[in-house]
């Protein structure tokens, strides 16, 4: 079971907004900032989102996140084929003094 | 641009020990503003951070596999390792050495990750 919680899948039509929740607690989410990879089959996680909201060069504006208390949001618009995969939320975590993770959410553009 | 390659067996007996290295090129793994980390991923238990070591040493690792984690540093070959003691079929995973970077106070990431490796514990 994985410390921060996200829902196993999303989908949505090309051109739709999607958003994928992740939950935590004060330790983790509640005190640190939030981040976001994305993983395609068979490749590492790759850095979309850090800090809760800062965009890693060449991520487009139509990916955003934010967090609120224990929780946190990934936001997609303009929906592409290009970004299914699965989506893996992060945080530290001061009870662990490490990095904690969401079980991930598998992204299915119909 | 920073690159991290894990390297090591892909099969490892029960109750032995696992033994990956990571090795940094296109920057030096001796940066003040990062932690050099292990992070393995399974399909049932997800990715979990194993343990992450500064330049100087100093080493964190998650308590869970505290007993059987050693994660230690060669700066003059860019490289780090990861040794994983009495190992069962749990342990088996993709695992994957990263960078995560620590330059504004309190905020940490991984940014940059290796490909990864597929470790399987096996007699």
């Known amino acids: 079971q994985s410390v921060l919680t996200q829902p196993p899948s999303a989908s949505g039509t090309p051109g739709q907004r999607v958003t994928i929740s992740c939950s935590g607690s004060s330790s983790n989410i509640g005190s640190n900032t939030v981040h976001w990879y994305q993983q395609l089959p068979g490749t590492a996680p790759k850095l979309l989102i850090y800090n809760n909201n800062q965009r890693l060069s060449g991520v487009p504006d139509r990916i955003s996140g934010s967090k609120s208390g224990t929780s946190a949001s990934l936001a997609i618009s303009g929906l592409q084929s290009e970004d299914e995969g699965d989506y893996f939320c992060?945080?530290?975590?001061?009870?662990?003094?490490?990095?904690?993770f969401g079980g991930g959410t598998k992204l299915t553009v119909l | 641009q920073l690159h991290l390659q894990e390297s090591g067996p892909g099969l490892v007996k029960p109750s032995e020990t696992l033994s990956l290295t990571c090795t940094v090129s296109?920057?030096?793994?001796?940066?003040?503003?990062?932690?050099w980390g292990w992070i393995r991923q399974t399909p049932g238990k997800g990715l979990e951070w194993i343990g992450n070591i500064y330049y100087s040493g100093d080493t964190f690792y998650n308590p869970s596999l505290q007993s059987r984690v050693t994660i230690s540093i060669d700066t003059s070959k860019d490289q780090f390792s990861l040794k994983l003691s009495s190992v069962t079929a749990a342990d088996t995973a993709v695992y994957y050495c990263a960078r995560e970077d620590n330059t504004w106070y309190g905020v940490y990431y991984f940014d940059y990750w290796g490909q990864g490796a597929q470790v399987t514990v096996s007699s």
């Open positions: 992060a945080a530290r975590d001061d009870s662990l003094n490490g990095c904690v």
């Open positions: 296109g920057g030096s793994i001796i940066d003040s503003s990062c932690y």
